[in-house]
């Protein structure tokens, strides 16, 4: 089978691999669509893993065989596949912090060497594990491959909403309206809430408007905390989402987030990057800082409902597909991306 396989930072290669053999629970999986995540990116451009690895984990495809011990899945049923999968058992999990679970980071799906999601590939393992405590989603039949494949995404998205108990009511600041900060603006307003955006590109700004941001402003507006305040009766947003590793947005976050409000960071930030504040700010105006990272195993159920009953509109975040030999083409345009570029979908 043809597979992407990162041989080192900035080193893809497009190259001919043994399709996985399955142990007797596991599944294998032929990639119709994967997205491609800003992690992916990060991971191929930066030194952060030992190579060769082959990634990509927002996929959905078909099921090409089953082991001789899987039951209930069968060859031709489609599926969106969740890349991890907790233990449910550790103090990790029994807190609900199942992005920490040890089982959740080490075992993924893979399609050869060091498993590491192995979306960028024709085939695609699902070991046991994640087999048999739903890793695996069935497809609606009214649903295209390519709507699945957001199903991880919009989990990702729901987890940092829910942490920062976002209502119906609230006004909450996205700092960065690429696909991420869109799909926030969707979620936001699904749940009742106001959104309003900050980009630096204007069609980004044109496009929070049309997908349900109540206003969305040049990040590099001197007045934007004026602005917010004078939408907010004076207050300041209730919740702020970075959907951007920028410490300039944090900055303006702190500007714009009213007293009791609450800033998560969603975006990673470089490790060399240290962001000075003066805890006074954070006392005072008894401001909450927390961090949302991956997805939530409570909230996937709630995540393919979302999507397969089309509750918020995922296809207007696609901007661009890629066949999967391209990949390299992909990341490049996400990188420097276009006025146009938000979601980027690669097909094996």
């Known amino acids: 089978m043809k597979a992407q396989v990162f041989r080192g930072v900035n080193q893809l290669f497009y190259e001919d691999i043994p399709v996985p053999e399955l142990a ?7 990639v119709r669509v994967v997205g491609l995540c800003q992690s992916d990116i990060k991971k191929i451009r930066y030194p952060l893993y030992e190579p060769p690895r082959i990634f990509g984990h927002e996929t959905a495809g078909t099921i090409a065989a089953v082991g001789a011990e899987v039951t209930g899945w069968n060859v031709g049923q489609r599926v969106a596949v969740m ?10 999990c029994l807190n609900e912090n199942f992005s920490m679970c040890d089982v959740y980071k080490n075992i993924s799906t893979t399609a050869g060497f060091n498993p590491s999601g192995g979306g960028f590939s024709e085939y695609v393992k699902v070991p046991g594990h994640i087999v048999k405590n739903g890793g695996l ?18 989990n990702c998205c729901l987890k940092a909403v829910k942490k920062a108990q976002i209502a119906p009511g609230q006004t909450v600041l996205i700092t960065g309206a690429g696909p991420i900060g869109l799909m926030f603006i969707m979620l936001v307003k699904h ?11 204007p069609s980004r700004i044109e496009k929070a408007l049309s997908v349900g ?18 939408l907010t009766g004076g207050l300041g947003v209730d919740v702020t989402l970075l959907a951007v590793p920028s410490d300039k947005a944090f900055y303006q976050a702190l500007d714009c987030t009213r ?76 990188i420097t991306p276009t006025p146009e570029t938000y979601k980027i979908l690669i097909y094996p």
């Open 24 to 30: 007797a629970d596991e599944v294998l999986v032929q």
């Open 83 to 92: 890349h991890h999968i907790p233990c449910m058992r550790c103090s990790y």
């Open 137 to 154: 989603i069935p497809i609606p039949d009214n649903i295209s491959f390519e709507e699945a494949s957001f199903v991880e995404p919009t």
């Open 191 to 201: 749940f009742g809430a106001k959104a309003i955006a900050t980009d630096l590109l």
């Open 213 to 230: 941001a109540e206003a969305a402003f040049d990040a590099r507006d001197s007045d934007l905390p004026a602005k917010i305040q004078a």
């Open 259 to 334: 007293k009791g409000g609450k800033i998560l960071f969603f975006a990673e930030f470089p490790d060399e990057l240290e962001i000075p504040i003066n805890p006074n700010i954070l006392y005072r105006r008894e401001i909450d800082l927390m961090g949302s990272y991956s997805s939530s195993y409570r909230l996937q159920n709630l995540s393919a409902d979302i999507v397969f009953n089309r509750r918020i509109d995922v296809k207007a975040l696609i901007s661009d597909r890629y066949p999967l030999q391209d990949l390299s083409k992909a990341v490049d345009q996400a």
